[in-house]
Structures are given as C-alpha cells and as structure tokens.
C-alpha cells in the first residue's frame, strides 16, 4: 500500500523533526561545553561525520525521487 501525504502533512512533519533535532542539539551542545578541550575535540568531529552521513543520505534520498518524477 503506497504512503501518500499532502505537502502539508509533509511541511508539519518536517517541522516537528526539525524541533527535536534542533533540541537534541542544544542538549548536545550543553553537555560539549563541559567537556575538556581533547574530548569536546573529538564530539565534535564524530558529530561533523554523523552530520556528512546525513547530508549524503539526503542528497541521494533526493536524487532518486527526482529521478521518478522525471520518467
């Protein structure tokens, strides 16, 4: 059965994730400025990965369903 959404369920999901993630992040950040220089260091570095990973899933998520439009 095929998931259909309207561009507003899509548009209000979108937001709602964005929150949390925003959130999340915030949370992150509070507890990186705890950390000692090394160790806030390297949080941040495996956070710029997680963050490249997404970016590259999204990217090619994105890619493929313009790719369907178009055929």
């Given amino acids: 059965m095929p998931v259909t ?3 507003e369920e899509i548009r209000t999901k979108l937001e ?3 929150l949390t993630i925003a959130s999340g992040l915030r ?3 509070g ?3 705890t950390l000692p220089l090394e160790d806030a260091a ?3 570095s495996w956070l710029g990965d997680r963050i490249e ?3 590259r ?3 090619s ?3 493929a369903q313009s790719g369907r439009r178009q055929t």
């Fill in 5 to 7: 959404s309207s561009p």
């Fill in 16 to 18: 709602a994730a964005r």
């Fill in 27 to 29: 949370a992150l950040a």
């Fill in 31 to 33: 507890e990186i400025e």
């Fill in 42 to 44: 390297e949080a941040l």
């Fill in 53 to 55: 990973g997404l970016l």
């Fill in 57 to 59: 899933e999204a990217d």
């Fill in 61 to 63: 998520i994105l890619r």
